[in-house]
């Protein structure tokens, strides 16, 4: 590895950046709201410059590196997918360039998985935070969980990703929890790993979610869930459904990518449910820019 | 029966009124918006003299029986649940009266089902449906669907409401059509019974429908779903998901009583799945709410 690196998380919402030093220690990170739904007119380029302009002022040579739905069709530019099972040189080979007259910035693709028929499935980002994480995998594989707005379960094998898996939990609680029913029921709070939490994890195994939902409201209603408690068990319920679908009913050891407060209702959950968790580095998105700006530069600063 | 009666259908968005004559005739019809949330400073009989303050006049002896969320905390008056399995004389013994100072007017318990622990179930309104349909049921016994924002599926055995399910499914398509990252991918329009609604169905069939409801978007993001088809295909999902656990997987009759358009999407699903449908009438509610007046003149107008 010859240069720094700014290592690029832009999604829809969010801008996270890294500065990485040569050996790809950070050195300085920074975050916004200033996801790619917020980048007026679609200039992208005074966008990113306005975030990190003094970063590349310093650095002239620096290596862009960014990933997540900036790479969309909503993006800077669609970078297409690259299919699984998909190896770490593979998805590097897929990276585009995005010329902006300022020094050199790369786009990653995003992976589709098309092993279930007539379920294709998506991601843009959580990739990069995979491959970042490779290294704390026990030879290489297990099953990584993101959870977030759109949860990925990610299937990985010596260091491939095989298939994946979404779930729209976090939009769902959202929705529920800001326009529905329930929400008249629910007092303020945020949700708490409580026996609240728990029991909704236990009920929500049981399948029918839509059906189970609604227990919210009737288990209040009759007075068998306290009002201050109807967020938390709601939580529950939905990540309880989740689990149900997305690890095996046997024992499974977990690798959790996250922020702390979400991972921590995940690692209460899958710890109920008799599964064992290990949490992942939540900066690994970094880890895993730099090690395809090493590509980059193996390559010759090609693909 | 000795006189007029007034039936009503009072929910929280919405009021139907019946005028029935004395033997149980649909005289005249009404309905509007006036659901009991848009009733002002909790004034239920200026709002009842306002729908149908000129039916009141024309027959001040008439029996005013009102059923639905009329009957809620948030109602005219909480009428304690009747709880499951639920013969008539035993929700007409449940019924209430208000005190209004214009002739007679009762309220209509609804129903509580606590035979699955820790899920308890409520309805309110659907039970007087249900009874004002259990004549054009075989043996007065059969599985009764009532679609809608929260679907009901009301298990009937010789006359007697034995037990239920309640399933927001109408309520979380609504909420996905809004508010979400599919609402971004739909065109205009209604939901169709056409392939991809049956489509949906299909896929909703396999579980997980946190996982499911993604496939709408990544389907539509890799071409495998036209976008003018998301709105019917995200429908089909969420009732397939309904159906996978509110009916047996055998073969099984399933009694309809919705109202026509939603009630055509119910059935072309059961039908897909094997089911065979038979249509109860719309208005069962009328018959019903006359049946429960019948019992109250029995009774000496005593419940």
Redesign the interface.
């Known amino acids: 590895m010859s240069g720094p690196v700014i290592a690029v998380d832009w999604g829809t919402s969010s801008f996270r950046a890294y500065r990485l030093d040569a050996q790809g220690g950070i050195a300085e990170r920074r975050e916004s709201a200033g996801g790619i739904l917020r980048v007026r007119g679609g200039d992208f380029a005074a966008a990113l410059q306005a975030e990190v302009g003094d970063w590349l002022a310093a650095a002239p040579d620096a290596l862009v590196v960014m990933s997540g739905m900036i790479g969309s069709r909503q993006g800077w530019r669609e970078v297409p997918y690259v299919a699984c099972p998909a190896e770490p040189e593979e998805i590097a080979a897929g990276l585009e360039r995005v010329d902006w007259g300022e020094g050199e910035a790369w786009i990653v693709p995003g992976l ?1 998985d ?1 092993s279930r028929p ?5 991601m843009r980002g959580e990739e990069t935070q995979v491959l970042g994480a490779l290294a704390a995998l026990p030879n290489g594989g297990g099953l990584v969980c993101l959870p977030g707005t ?1 949860s990925k379960w990610v299937r990985v094998e010596s260091g491939v990703l095989q298939s994946f ?5 976090g ?2 609680f959202d ?2 929890q ?4 329930l929400s008249r029921l629910m007092t303020k709070g945020a949700v708490a790993v409580d026996r609240w939490f728990l ?1 909704g994890v236990a ?1 929500g195994q049981g ?9 919210a ?3 209040a ?2 007075g ?1 869930l306290p009002e201050d408690a109807v967020r938390s068990y709601l939580s529950g319920l ?1 990540i309880g ?2 689990l ?3 690890v095996p009913a046997a024992p499974t050891e977990v690798h959790l990518l996250g922020a702390p407060t979400l991972a921590a209702l995940y690692e209460a959950a899958l710890a109920k449910l008799g599964h064992s968790v290990v949490r992942l580095d939540a900066d690994a998105v970094a880890v895993g820019l730099h090690g395809l700006a090493g590509h980059l530069d193996a390559a010759g600063r090609a693909p």
Chains 1, 2 share one sequence.
């Open positions: 589709l098309e007539g379920q294709p499935d998506v759109h898996a979404t779930y729209m939990t939009e769902v929705l529920l800001g326009h529905s029913i029991e009920v399948g029918g979610l839509l059906n189970r939902l609604f227990s409201r009737s288990r209603l009759t068998n939905l459904d989740e149900a679908s997305a």
